[in-house]
C-alpha cells in the first residue's frame, strides 16, 4: 500500500501563497492508476475538512469555501500532489494533511472515503 508524507508548512504572513507537497510511495504508487489524493485541514476540536481532492487522470472537486483560493496538482511523473493555497488568511492556520485510497472522485472531499493518512504538516499564518 502507499504511504504519503506531506511537507511545505511552516509560519506564513497574511497574503503569501503556500504551496503544501503530499509524496506518494510505496510499490503501487507508481502503478496504480485508481489513487485519488485529497487535501484535508484540521483545528484544534474540529473536524478533518475536505479541501480539494484529485485523482491520477486529474479531474479534481474543491470544496466551495475554499474554491478560487486553493488550486490541487499532481505530477504523477514524481508522484506529487500540490495543494496552493492563495492570499492565506488567519482561519487558514491549521494541520493540513493529505490522504489516499482507490476511490472515485466524487467522494473525494469525504474523510471517511480515504484509508491512508499522512502526519500532516502545520501552517501558521501570522
Known amino acids: 500500500h502507499v504511504q504519503l508524507v506531506e511537507s511545505g508548512g511552516g509560519s506564513v504572513a497574511p497574503g503569501q501563497s503556500v504551496t503544501l507537497s503530499c509524496a506518494i510511495s510505496g510499490p503501487t504508487a507508481r502503478t496504480d492508476s485508481t489513487y485519488c489524493v485529497g487535501w484535508f485541514r484540521q483545528t484544534p476540536g474540529n473536524e478533518r475538512e475536505g479541501l480539494a481532492a484529485i485523482d491520477r487522470e486529474g479531474r479534481t472537486r474543491y470544496n466551495n469555501r475554499v474554491e478560487g483560493r486553493v488550486t490541487i496538482s499532481r505530477d504523477n511523473t514524481e508522484n506529487v500532489v500540490y495543494l496552493q493555497i492563495d492570499d492565506p488568511r488567519s482561519e487558514v492556520s491549521a494541520t493540513y494533511t493529505c490522504?489516499?485510497?482507490?476511490?472515485?472522485?466524487?467522494?473525494?472531499?469525504?474523510?471517511?472515503?480515504?484509508?491512508?493518512w499522512g502526519r500532516g504538516t502545520q501552517v501558521t499564518v501570522s
Open positions: 490522504a489516499a485510497d482507490r476511490i472515485g472522485i466524487n467522494h473525494g472531499l469525504n474523510r471517511l472515503w480515504y484509508g491512508v
